[in-house]
């Protein structure tokens, strides 16, 4: 019966992003431009678009600007001559890929005692303040026997970190604490400094450095310049933070949750077309909403889930066939498919500062710094391949009119055509 009420028509639509789009990024965004001939529907007819294939070479970083902030603070004290001031800051892990637990939790922790050295060196002229720190990332159970865990060979991808100063009779008077912020509400955060009146980034308000090193979620800002947060009787924290009894100068920082086991934070990517519609839960589209339980209007078309080749360790996201994604369109005329590729928070995806030396040249005098507006989105290996799958379904009956804005006045026959073309503007 199916068979004979509709009439299919197919044709697929193979598509690079590569190359022509200096405008808005080879990956992230782009658009198919089908002016020349539009797919048309009428009153009995819809369009059924399909996400048959993707592919895209990982070539952004595992630890980027969306997941590598955490929050760090510490109310002032004075130590016989040693004055180490108040601490609201933002450190930053070193973007790249890293190879174990262990060097990303040596990478956190050195870049917390570099923090910690900037901020008590200036604008106070403090003598001797070093920090030697050592790091045990993937912790080992070691336990005596009759506990319920193994007695050796025991994993539980534990951050476990220490911090010892090297200060003559330093004693940790006040911990030094840790707060990973995923705050999807926009709006104006200042740290609690004196003095301070930068506004902190979407990225260093937003990250997603919780799920990398297993810290608990901080989903408000808490403290003001006036009322810092050190002032507040309880506040959020992420990490156990303690002064090492028997050794006051050092102190031990642990996550309360196990790290991620793969240390990324991109297991999937999103592909969003703004000519479907469709519902997601609302943490997929953090960009501009909050946590919620509950579903939302969203234009995603499909997901892509990431694929290592066992041979030579690339990274691809792919989708390949059988795939399951579609959407259905009713306007009386498509010309145009415009295409977005997504992290899991609704963001596009993050590639390294823009008009920087890369970070392991960066203290290299033999590099310079790319042109103006040379970045890896527009000019660089950022680029992802797909088909898509149209179909034109006809109701033989035609009971139901389509709504929408009628297609310009043309000569154009209704057929689809070969005729695409490429079009790097966009909104």
């Known amino acids: 019966m199916m068979a004979q009420k509709y009439e299919n028509q197919t044709q697929h639509l193979f ?12 990956q992230n965004h782009f658009r ?32 980027n600007s969306s997941n590598n902030k955490v929050r760090v603070f510490l109310k002032g004290f004075t130590i016989d001559d ?45 003598q001797n303040l070093t920090f030697t720190c050592t790091t045990e990332t993937v912790s080992k159970d070691n336990s005596s026997a009759g506990d319920d865990k193994p007695t050796s060979g025991f994993n539980d991808y ?11 009779n330093f004693a940790w008077t006040n911990p030094l604490q840790f707060v990973c912020l995923n705050i999807p509400q926009e709006a104006s955060y200042i740290l609690n400094t004196a003095g301070n009146t930068t506004t902190l980034t979407r990225d260093e308000y937003f990250n997603d450095s919780y799920i990398l090193l297993g810290g608990a979620r901080v989903e408000d800002f808490e403290g003001t310049v006036a009322s810092p947060i050190w002032d507040l009787a309880n ?33 999937y990517v999103y592909i969003s077309s703004h000519q479907t519609y469709s519902q997601a839960s609302s943490s ?43 959407a ?23 590639y390294p500062n823009r008009n920087e030396k890369p970070k392991a040249l960066s203290n290299n005098t033999k590099y310079i ?21 149209m179909e034109k379904y006809s109701n033989a009956n035609g009971v139901d009119a389509l709504q929408g804005i009628p297609p310009p006045l043309s000569g154009i026959p209704n057929q689809f055509t070969s005729n695409l073309s490429i079009n790097s503007k966009c909104r």
Not at 15 to 26: A, L
Not at 374 to 381: A, C, P, S
Request: hydrophobic share 35%.
């Open 284 to 326: 997929l589209e953090n960009v501009s909403n909050e946590h919620a339980h509950e579903f939302i209007t969203s234009n995603i078309l499909g997901k892509a889930m990431r694929h290592t080749n066992p041979v030579d360790g690339s990274v691809h996201f792919k989708i390949t066939d059988p795939s399951p994604y579609f």
């Open 15 to 26: 598509v690079s992003s590569e190359g022509g789009f200096d405008s808005i990024g080879t």
């Open 158 to 168: 534990r951050l476990v970190l220490s911090l010892t100063s090297t200060i003559t």
């Open 32 to 63: 198919i431009n089908l002016n020349s001939m539009p797919f048309k529907n009428e009153d009995n007819t819809i369009l059924r678009m399909s996400l048959k294939q993707f592919n895209m070479p990982k070539n952004f970083l595992n630890v």
């Open 82 to 126: 040693t004055v180490i001031p108040d601490v609201d800051i933002i450190v930053e892990i070193s973007e790249g890929d890293y190879p174990t637990h262990e060097a990303l939790g040596t990478a956190f922790i050195n870049r917390v005692r570099n923090a910690l050295v900037d901020v008590t060196d200036s604008p106070f002229t403090v």
């Open 369 to 389: 710094t790319p042109p103006t507006n040379v970045t890896q989105e527009k000019k660089g290996n950022t680029a992802c391949d797909l088909v898509i799958l």
């Open 328 to 350: 259905n369109i009713t306007a009386s005329f498509l010309n145009q498919i415009e295409i977005e590729v997504r992290d899991h928070r609704g963001r596009l995806l993050s």
């Open 235 to 267: 506040p959020q924290v992420s990490f156990s933070s303690k002064a090492q009894i028997g050794s006051t100068s050092t102190i031990n920082i642990a996550s309360w949750f196990p790290m991620n086991t793969s240390i990324n934070t991109n297991e």
